[in-house]
């Protein structure tokens, strides 16, 4: 049986269902996959888990994103960490709620994110139980993840080439955490005019009018596409 097979079977102490027989459970191991650690339980509606969540998502709110989230009970919740993705895969912590503890009430939990990122972004909770004390040593709360959500916001400030349309020299521009790593430009008909190039500065002085692509290649292996224009 494999790792991810373990994380996903429950014995009968439990409520002897296997989870490819549980929707709810499939769906989220696809999260699992998209979030890459099999090793990680995943926050559901039901169950025997420390926090039982009824509701998670996260909106536009003027210039903020409002994460919203409902617990109807907790045991041992130390504390919830939101963490957002610009693509889904890697997240980083932007946030922490603290927990109710243990309780049987019904709880709403907001957080707002004040510097969001335009274009798509993904948010995800992770819950961390309490620590506790074995043999005289602090051990550390597990975690339990929530299933991710999308948010879209203005994308034209997201991926930016200015200015566009282009005399000679222009500025690349990506909003997300994440470096450039190079870049290639190719023609309307495909071919390469520019390969692996490197830095932020989009010469075509040496080019011919006309419209071309603008391949962006990230140090985490996204790849983004946007038409220039050579005057």
Same mark, same amino acid.
């Given at each position: ?95 922490? @709620?603290? *927990? /109710?503890? %243990?309780?049987? #009430?019904?709880? $709403?939990?907001?957080?707002?994110? !004040? =510097? ?22 602090? @051990?550390? *709360? /597990?975690? %339990?993840?929530? #299933?991710?959500? $999308?948010?879209?916001?203005?994308? !034209? =400030? ?74």
């Amino acid at each position: 049986m494999t790792k991810l097979q373990k994380a996903y079977t429950y014995n009968v102490a439990q409520n002897s269902r296997v989870a490819s027989f549980y929707d709810a459970d499939r769906a989220n191991v696809h999260q699992v996959l998209l979030q890459g650690d099999p090793a990680l339980r995943i926050l559901i509606t039901d169950g025997a888990l420390p926090v039982k969540l009824i509701s998670f998502g996260a909106k536009t709110e003027n210039e903020k994103v409002r994460v919203d989230w409902k617990t109807a009970s907790e045991k041992n919740n130390s504390h919830f960490i939101v963490e957002r993705s610009y693509n889904g895969k890697l997240f980083e912590e932007i946030g922490r @709620v603290e *927990g /109710k503890g %243990t309780t049987e #009430t019904e709880t $709403s939990y907001t957080f707002y994110d !004040s =510097k969001p990122l335009t274009g798509v972004s993904y948010y995800r909770l992770k819950q961390v139980d309490n620590s506790t004390v074995v043999d005289g040593n602090i @051990v550390d *709360g /597990k975690s %339990t993840y929530s #299933t991710i959500v $999308s948010v879209r916001r203005e994308e !034209s =400030k997201f991926f930016v080439v200015s200015p566009n349309p282009i005399a000679d020299v222009a500025e690349i521009a990506l909003n997300a955490p994440v470096k450039i790593r190079s870049w290639n430009l190719v023609n309307i008909a495909g071919q390469p005019v520019l390969k692996d190039q490197t830095g932020l500065k989009l010469n075509l002085s040496q080019l011919a009018a006309g419209e071309y692509i603008l391949e962006v290649h990230t140090e985490n292996g996204d790849v983004y596409h946007k038409k220039v224009v050579k005057k």
